[in-house]
């Protein structure tokens, strides 16, 4: 399961930092990965993704990481928590 957190606005060059949250059959918690996005290769069909980060969600939460990302991701973990309650 993969769902976008948040993407970065593109600087010059159509480049942008995004981050998603993850969890993988195989791991018993999510992940917050932060990836840098080469958007021109995003369009033209061959997405180039270049790993930065990969952290717990608690992890990522204790982490000097923009404000706008640690909001939308704290927003849809609360999402989650009432729809489950």
Sequence with gaps: ???LIFRGRPD???ECDQWTLERHQDDEQEFVV???VKLDALMAGKPHLRLVRRMT???FLKTDQPAAV????RA???TRLAVAS
Excluded: A, F, I
Excluded at 70 to 73: A, C, F, I, K, S
């Design 70 to 73: 640690q909001h939308r991701l």
């Design 57 to 59: 969600v608690p992890e």
């Design 12 to 14: 010059e060059r159509n």
């Design 34 to 36: 932060q990836e840098h």
């Design 1 to 3: 399961m993969e769902t």
């Design 76 to 78: 849809l973990l609360d």
